[in-house]
């Protein structure tokens, strides 16, 4: 009996679907996005935005970067369709995951007709502290300085 009821309840479970989620969606980016350049995050200047709320709650690792909830927070064009809040993830071309947050978005006059890509290729943007961004990442005006940043942005999940 004690079978029976195994087998029946396995049939039941395999039967039993969970409510769907919304898929992740994947763009590819220009070859030529190695460039990763920042933003300060005191420029979020706007008391009842959700940037400003993002930034309130985020800390600031030993490289200068801003991190909300364990991620990196960036700002990206509003062609990715993400608001600020979403989760990202950014691959590089050697492979490195860069678990991220929409912590801003930019503006779309400073964004090619796509509305995801702005000057020397750049897609995503870092929001820091300039007051104690890494030496080389602040003198070059590109997070690739920092270890473990180095590559181009090969693909962003948006989550």
Known sequence: MKKLTFI?????GLL?????TQAATYVEVPKNSGFKAYMDYRTITKHDSPQYRISEKSK???NGLRIYESRYCVAIGTGFKA????KVNVYLDN???LYCVVGDLKANIHTDETHMISGHGNVVEFIVDTDTLDHDAMYHGDISQIEGFEGKVDTIVVL
Not at 8 to 12: A, F, H, P, R
Not at 83 to 86: C, N
Request: net charge neutral; aromatic share 4%.
């Open 16 to 20: 039993y679907t969970a409510k769907p």
């Open 60 to 62: 600031t690792d030993g």
């Open 8 to 12: 029946l309840l396995l049939g039941l």
């Open 95 to 97: 492979g490195q995951l």
């Open 83 to 86: 608001p600020v809040g979403t």
